[in-house]
Every structure is written in C-alpha cells, then in structure tokens.
C-alpha cells in the first residue's frame, strides 16, 4: 500500500477558501502601501550565504536556511572541521547560498547593487515568501511570507511617524481593533547599558530583556546573569521589568533614568518625536511605549517597533520594524539610514481567523453555474456565459451533461448563489430559468436580460 504523502514540517498548503482570505489580507497591505508613495520590487528566494550571515545576530544566524552545494562544489567541504567537531564551519563550507531570512537584508543589497538606477529617498514595499529554521508552533512557520516597506536614504523621524499611520491603517482597514503598536529606541536600550554598567554586553542584555513576556522577570534575570552580566547591573536595571504608565509618564521616568547618559536621551527625543506627532495626528490603535522591547536583531539604530495582537489572542507580534542607520554599510555604501516595517501575514490570518473578522463574501469564486443538458444546450449556454465573462461576471458550465442532481450538489458545494438551466424548451424560445440557490425561488427569462439579473 502506498504511503499517503505529506508535508514538510513548518509549511502548509492553502485552499481554494484560505487562499482567497490570504489575498484579501495581501491586497489590503499593498494598497495601503501605494497610498503611501511605496514602489514594489522582487529578490530572489535565495542568496549568497555571505550576504546574509552576520547581519541577524547568533540566534538568528542559526535559523538560516543554507542550500548545500552539488557537484564539483563538493568536494571544498570543510573535513578538517568535521574531525575536530567544529560544526558550524563544516556545515558553511558545504553551502555557498542560503533560503532568505527576510526582506531587510535582501533589500540593502538590493539598494547597494542598484544604486545608480533608484531615486534616494527609495520607499519600497516587498510582497515575497522567507524561510527559517525554526522549531514549527502556533503562529510560527518554516515558509512564511512577510509583507515589508522601506525608506532609505533619509534620517527625517517623520517617516516613523508615517510607519505608526501605516500600520494603524491597514489594521482599521483588516478591522483588527484593539491592536498595540509598541515602540521602543535602541538608543534608549544602549543608554540603559550604559547607566547601569553593562555596556561590554549590550546585546546579551537586550536579548535577554526582549524575552520579558516569554519568560517573565527571573527568567531574563537568570539569563542575563548566565550571559554575564552583574548582579548589580541587573539590580539597577530592575525597574524596567514592571515600567508602567502613560507614554508622557514612562519618558518622564526615562529622562531620570538617562539623565548621564548621551546616548539614552537622544532616544528618548526621539522617541518624544513620535509620540507627540501621533497624538496630534491621532490613530485607531493603541501606541504604546515598551522600554523591554529589543527584536534582538543587530542592525536597528534607532527606533524599534512591534505590533501585538489585540487582547485575548493567543500570539506572538503580527508586525515588527525599526531604523537601521547602516545596514547598506556591510555591502560597501556607507552611511545610508533607512527604517521600515514588516507584517506578518501569516499571523494576521490567524488572528483574523479566530476572531471571525474575513468578510463572509471571499469565499464565493462563482456568481452562477449553467446546468448542462447537453451538447446544444452546452453550446447556447456557453455563448451567455462568455457575455457575463466580458462584463466581470464570474460564470461557469458544469462541463458533463450528468444528472440533475450531482450538478445541484456540485453548486451547492461550491456555494454558488444562482443556477441558469436551458433545457430544450428554453432554446426554441430563447429563454432561461434562473433559480436562486439560497431561496429556491425561480423563474424564466429572455436571453437579452441576462446582463441586468446580475
């Protein structure tokens, strides 16, 4: 007996109905997008695994998917390093491309390469697929799409405050009220380094910091000192684990804290900056200042942004971004900043599933069926269909003249609102039946009001 096929672990295939409810999501981010001025552009899935490497800290790196080399390429495979144990340069030097991590970096070399063929500052928005090695949980996939947009070229803060209305929008839009865009600066976590002592391990502690709501206040403490840093940077860093208040309250405590640090105060500016645009511009969402919130990737500068899913909801953030101030740097163009945004399609659905939030009407791919009685019938039945196809009507004919009834539940099944039936009768007077699926009501008319019945 043949083994009934299956899936990699982290992927899924999509149906006829979750493919529908997936677009709705896309089109509604990318025509948020166009309204903002975003241009869209397309890497390929995989790049050359230098350029992707280092540029998401150690635990990233890990979760690359690398491709192995085939052929010739072979035979440059690292077997000193497999006898000495030492894995990681073994496994690079059997690959030479990697599956992309995300957009961001794809991105920056994208911008390098192409440099004397784009207009600075370049908004972008990017719609593609990214792949990595994670374990596979809720909400959490192998193969999982990101929706990103990007401005490069320009230091203005009024671009994060665009992002905040950006993201604000499109989740009015998806009707995803009560979602928490938080915002933090990586100024002011360096500050807090600073201040506290722990600057040398900067990124060990935002690491651990950013993991607060996964494991609570003794887990980053425990983490934080296997990572090395001091009791004593730890007890002074206590007040971030329970920072509560308004957001004019927490940069009110935020300038105490940094008052020494350069740094530190130059990130709550910035921070200032956007919080005090957005509430005069005002948005549907919560914006909400979180002082824990890191990413843990290396290359954001400055601000730094998550998205929460609205209250009750069991997932992780559904969107994320930031500045990076040199991230074109490591492919040779120095000092180009840039921010962008990413959302996390696939998340979204998810909430958007358990909330009941997709409009009922995605899943109905046909307007009417045509019933066929056969090859004569067929063939009138066709010429109607193809008028209803030049008027954006989406029409079909059942393709075998079979019974009545397997063809009903075949419209049924594909919840199609209306059935046309031309019989015999119906060609000699060039007519049609037209029954309506929901009520069962139906009646005759003439060929020539096909057009105004839909």
């Keep these: 007996m043949a083994q009934k096929p299956s899936i990699p672990k982290g992927t899924r295939d999509f149906s006829p109905q979750e493919v529908n409810r997936r677009k709705y999501i896309f089109n509604t981010i990318e025509e948020t997008f166009k309204c903002y001025g975003f241009q869209p552009i397309e890497t390929p899935s995989f790049e050359k695994l230098e350029t992707l490497t280092g540029k998401y800290g150690e635990e990233g790196d890990r979760l690359i998917f690398k491709i192995l080399n085939s052929g010739e390429k072979v035979k440059k495979a690292d077997l000193a390093a497999l006898e000495e144990g030492n894995l990681a340069r073994f496994a690079n030097s059997l690959s030479e491309k990697a599956l992309r991590y995300d957009l961001t970096v794809p991105f920056a070399r994208f911008v390098v390469q192409h440099q004397n063929d784009i207009a600075f500052p370049f908004k972008r928005y990017q719609i593609q697929p990214v792949w990595r090695a994670d374990r596979p949980q809720h909400g959490r996939f192998q193969e999982f799409y990101q929706c990103d947009a990007d401005v490069i070229g320009s230091t203005s803060l009024w671009q994060e405050v665009e992002f905040v209305q950006l993201y604000d929008g499109v989740f009015s839009k998806l009707n995803l009220k009560g979602t928490i865009i938080k915002v933090n600066n990586r100024k002011v976590l360096s500050g807090i380094a600073e201040v506290i002592g722990a600057s040398d391990n900067i990124v060990d502690f935002t690491v651990a910091l950013d993991k607060l709501d996964k494991i609570g206040e003794q887990g980053v403490k425990d983490e934080m000192l296997n990572k090395g840093i001091s009791p004593e940077s730890i007890e002074k860093a206590s007040p971030l684990f329970s920072f509560s208040g308004t957001n004019s309250e927490k940069l009110n405590k935020l300038s105490v804290l940094l008052n020494s640090s350069e740094v530190g105060m130059e990130g709550v500016r910035e921070l200032s ?71 996390g399609l696939d998340r979204i659905y998810l909430v958007m599933e358990e909330l009941d939030l997709f409009p009922k009407d995605l899943s109905q791919s046909l307007d009417v069926l045509f019933i066929n009685f056969g090859e004569e019938e067929a063939a009138r039945s066709l010429k109607l ?18 019974k009545m009834k397997k063809q009903m539940n075949y419209a049924n099944r594909r919840k199609v609102p209306k059935v046309v039936m031309i019989g015999s009768d119906e060609l000699v007077n060039n007519t049609f039946v037209l029954k309506n699926m929901a009520t069962g009501e139906q009646a005759t008319h003439t060929i020539g009001e096909i057009e105004g019945l839909f």
Excluded: C, H, W
């Design 273 to 343: 900056f956007v919080i005090r645009n957005i509430e005069e511009l005002g948005i549907n969402n919560e914006l909400s200042i979180d002082v824990t919130l890191a990413r843990g990737l290396d290359y954001y500068t400055g601000a730094i942004f998550e998205v929460a899913a609205p209250k009750g909801v069991k997932m992780g953030s559904i969107g994320g971004g930031g500045r990076y101030d040199d991230l074109t740097g490591t492919f040779g163009l120095r000092n180009v900043s840039g921010v962008g945004i990413s959302f």
């Design 385 to 402: 269909i193809k008028q209803l196809r030049n008027v954006g009507i989406k029409a079909e004919l059942y393709p075998d003249d079979a």
